[in-house]
């Protein structure tokens, strides 16, 4: 079974802080995604990444960035932590295949962050 | 840009009977993916059932099938004989053909399962 794993299921951080979001996947899947979920708007699209080193804008990357040195690890930044990016945070993994329909997106179990 | 609709913010069912969730999207491509995915309490996203636009037959997943409406841009889910375990949000979700395994998602529909 594939497994995609985030370091933190509940985390709470201050206004200003730095806050590292960690994912790490064993499928040796090419692709990851980070996405935020919020009550009323479903889920949205911060970052994604094809490969290693790779990284791309989603719907909503404002006040974040990504890091992508291995090809299971992908990691969501929030530079400095604002209150109004207090969320879920799920992260995913997918095969990179010719045929988007036959590579599933495999989701962590989330992190919820609380910004006070 | 593509948006996914889900207009039943929240539902609910006697346990055993038959529910329809709704979801319509747009998208001016004529070949693309539709995705439901099923979040229970846990919080682990589940894929439920997909369907290719190019396909006319409704798929099909046990429990689970799609009226799937190509020209009036309408994918429903229908869970047949509802059970408990299927209380969870469900998401409609839409793919691109040329999307890059990028999925813009709806913005859910809570179902309970009454016993």
């Known amino acids: 079974d594939v497994k995609v794993t985030q370091s933190s299921r509940y985390l709470v951080k201050r206004t200003g802080e730095k806050v590292f979001l960690e994912c790490v996947q064993d499928m040796d899947h090419e692709n990851m995604f980070w996405y935020r979920q919020d009550p009323g708007l479903g889920l949205r699209l911060i970052y994604f990444s094809y490969d290693v080193k790779m990284k791309e804008k989603g719907d909503i990357p404002e006040g974040y960035s990504v890091s992508r040195e291995k090809k299971e690890r992908f990691s969501l930044i929030l530079e400095s932590a604002s209150t109004n990016q207090t969320s879920m945070y799920l992260c995913?993994?997918?095969?990179?295949?010719?045929?988007?329909?036959?590579?599933?997106?495999?989701f962590g179990n989330g992190t919820r962050l609380t910004v006070t | 840009a593509q948006t996914v609709t889900q207009s039943q913010p929240e539902m609910s069912v006697q346990e055993a009977e038959t529910v329809t969730l709704s979801c319509t999207y747009d998208?001016?491509?004529?070949?693309?993916?539709l995705f439901w995915y099923k979040q229970p309490p846990s919080r682990q996203m589940i894929l439920v059932i997909r369907q290719e636009a190019y396909k006319q037959q409704n798929a099909t997943e046990n429990r689970f099938s799609v009226n799937f409406q190509k020209a009036a841009k309408s994918f429903s889910l229908k869970i047949s004989d509802s059970q408990l375990g299927d209380t969870a949000m469900y998401f409609c979700?839409?793919?691109?053909?040329?999307?890059?395994?990028?999925?813009?998602f709806g913005t859910g529909t809570r179902l309970t399962i009454i016993p």
């Open positions: 998208t001016s491509e004529s070949n693309y993916y």
């Open positions: 979700a839409f793919m691109g053909f040329f999307g890059n395994e990028k999925l813009t």
């Open positions: 995913a993994s997918s095969f990179r295949s010719s045929s988007s329909y036959n590579s599933p997106l495999h």
